[in-house]
């Protein structure tokens, strides 16, 4: 039953601001608001002015800076935009979302964070190779991930996940999660490369055969 009520319980708000910040006033004021209808249980509010090491210790450029639950969102946030994160924070859904716009943003380096402290972001990430119409920025984001994980277990864990894209109805998404196994360095993937040899589309049939060339076939 304590379980039950910990997972449903709202998430937690850290904020830091800067006295002559321009935005941190209205984004102080969302935040205020949200803990008082209880969507979020608890706000903590930090002025760097008067605690700099802070802002060093969290890594942290630019005020107003906001987590709410493992979200970090910097700059000018609307109070329906914070209410979104807050709300969707604990879903896979919410984190997929996040991690969306955080590429979106070009924010590499949030997500890589997150995958750092929770392997098992890297399970959103690669869903959001389904949408093949995805942003570039989001497109190029993944692709970034998936080479800084270039032949290491976490990437290796993933090619049954990578496996079933290559059989999408996009050609697009089809070539992205074949050069992705390649990656991967292990012939684990070949199975699932293999096949795309004789895919349709030109395209994907000259990925796979370079993926397959890359993993010494």
Same mark, same amino acid.
């Given at each position: 039953?304590?379980?039950?009520?910990?997972?449903?319980?709202?998430? $937690?708000?850290?904020?830091?601001?800067?006295?002559?910040?321009?935005?941190?006033?209205?984004?102080?004021?969302?935040?205020?608001?949200?803990?008082?209808?209880?969507?979020?249980?608890?706000?903590?509010?930090?002025?760097?002015?008067?605690?700099?090491? !802070?802002?060093?210790?969290? @890594?942290?450029?630019?005020?107003?800076?906001?987590?709410?639950?493992?979200?970090?969102?910097? @700059?000018?946030?609307?109070?329906?935009?914070?209410?979104?994160?807050?709300?969707?924070?604990?879903?896979?859904?919410?984190?997929?979302?996040?991690?969306?716009?955080?590429?979106?943003?070009?924010?590499?380096?949030?997500?890589?964070?997150?995958?750092?402290?929770?392997?098992?972001?890297?399970?959103?990430?690669? $869903?959001?190779?389904?949408? #093949?119409?995805?942003?570039?920025?989001?497109?190029?984001?993944?692709?970034?991930?998936?080479?800084?994980?270039?032949?290491?277990?976490?990437?290796?864990?993933?090619?049954?996940?990578? @496996?079933?894209?290559?059989?999408?109805?996009?050609?697009?998404?089809?070539?992205? #999660?074949?050069?992705?196994?390649?990656?991967?360095?292990?012939?684990? #993937?070949?199975?699932?490369?293999?096949?795309?040899?004789?895919?349709?589309?030109?395209? !994907?049939?000259? !990925?796979?055969?370079?993926?397959?060339?890359?993993?010494?076939?």
């Amino acid at each position: 039953m304590t379980e039950e009520k910990n997972n449903n319980q709202a998430p $937690e708000a850290l904020m830091l601001l800067g006295t002559h910040c321009a935005h941190c006033p209205s984004v102080l004021n969302s935040l205020t608001e949200l803990v008082k209808q209880g969507v979020l249980s608890k706000l903590e509010v930090i002025n760097l002015e008067q605690r700099p090491e !802070v802002a060093q210790q969290l @890594g942290v450029r630019s005020v107003p800076w906001v987590r709410i639950g493992p979200f970090e969102l910097t @700059g000018n946030r609307s109070s329906a935009e914070l209410r979104q994160w807050a709300q969707t924070s604990a879903s896979a859904d919410g984190i997929r979302g996040y991690i969306e716009a955080m590429l979106a943003e070009g924010e590499m380096d949030r997500v890589l964070a997150m995958i750092a402290k929770d392997s098992r972001i890297m399970t959103r990430v690669i $869903e959001l190779l389904e949408d #093949a119409d995805a942003k570039i920025n989001v497109r190029l984001g993944i692709g970034v991930i998936m080479e800084e994980y270039e032949g290491q277990p976490l990437l290796q864990d993933a090619i049954p996940q990578l @496996g079933e894209l290559t059989r999408h109805a996009d050609p697009r998404v089809r070539g992205d #999660a074949c050069h992705y196994l390649a990656l991967s360095h292990s012939r684990r #993937a070949e199975p699932f490369i293999r096949p795309l040899l004789q895919d349709a589309n030109p395209d !994907v049939r000259e !990925v796979a055969e370079e993926s397959l060339q890359s993993l010494g076939d």
